[in-house]
């Protein structure tokens, strides 16, 4: 569960980050939370999340995950603390409800704001201290960025996602 915990600390599994003109571009309500309509098409882009991953940042400690698809809809996320994956630290999903994509990592959630073939874009909802920007670079390759904090006193995390051959 430590491993699970530093990983919320940081503010999400991934060094690039999605460029600052899609985030403001980004459709949320009054309330900062988002309101672009997804479709199942949309979620089929993050096809790319399949598989078994290894997760290293700067000054961070490096965690593993395995994402499965279990439904159009769904995706099953498990979180471990060794490269063989073989202690689980925790669980998340990802999963498309009435036009939103969610993202859930133990007490947190987060909703997507922008979803292509390149990645993905999500703000905290509940429980969640910081936004994720997910990068896409190549089937066995992406990035998950963390920001947390305000303008000027902004920590930024890059986990250099690699796929994992456990």
């Known amino acids: 569960m430590a491993a699970c915990r530093t990983f919320i600390g940081f503010g999400l599994a991934a060094a690039a980050v999605m460029a600052s003109p899609r985030r403001s571009a980004a459709q949320t309500s009054a309330r900062g939370q988002p309101t672009t309509a997804f479709a199942v098409a949309d979620f089929a882009k993050l096809r790319w999340l399949e598989g078994a991953w290894a997760g290293k940042a700067t000054g961070a400690r490096d965690f593993f995950e395995r994402c499965h698809f279990v439904s159009d809809t769904s995706i099953e996320i498990t979180y471990y603390t060794d490269s063989t994956f073989a202690h689980e630290a925790g669980s998340g999903r990802l999963y498309l ?42 089937n066995d390759e992406w990035t998950a960025t963390l920001r947390a904090g305000f303008v000027g006193r902004e920590r930024v995390t890059v986990y250099h996602m690699r796929r994992a051959r456990p």
């Open 97 to 138: 409800s009435v036009g939103r994509i969610f993202h859930t990592m133990g007490p947190g959630r987060w909703g997507a704001t922008h979803v292509d073939d390149d990645g993905a874009y999500f703000v905290p909802q509940e429980n969640a201290p910081n936004s994720l920007a997910w990068s896409h670079r190549s």
